[in-house]
């Protein structure tokens, strides 16, 4: 996987790579990860990919972490409650 480039963010760590004509879109929260697969030839460019980017979906990622935190603290607590 060939690391193409950073997307800046105040708050997720946007990373986008290049693998097998595909572009990987990863993004970070603390532990936890969003992967979201591009085909190459869907794409005209890599400005393309970062066009895709808006506010608008990053903030339902945002959200979509706040969700995947919650569900991992209640499954957490789950296995401990003995």
Known sequence: MKFTSKVSHPVLDISIYLRENYFIVKIVLHQFEQTYRIKQADVTSMEDVEKMLTKDFLDKVY????????????????????
């Open 63 to 82: 959200l979509r972490f706040v969700d995947m935190s919650k569900d991992f603290k209640e499954s957490f607590l789950n296995i401990n409650k003995n």
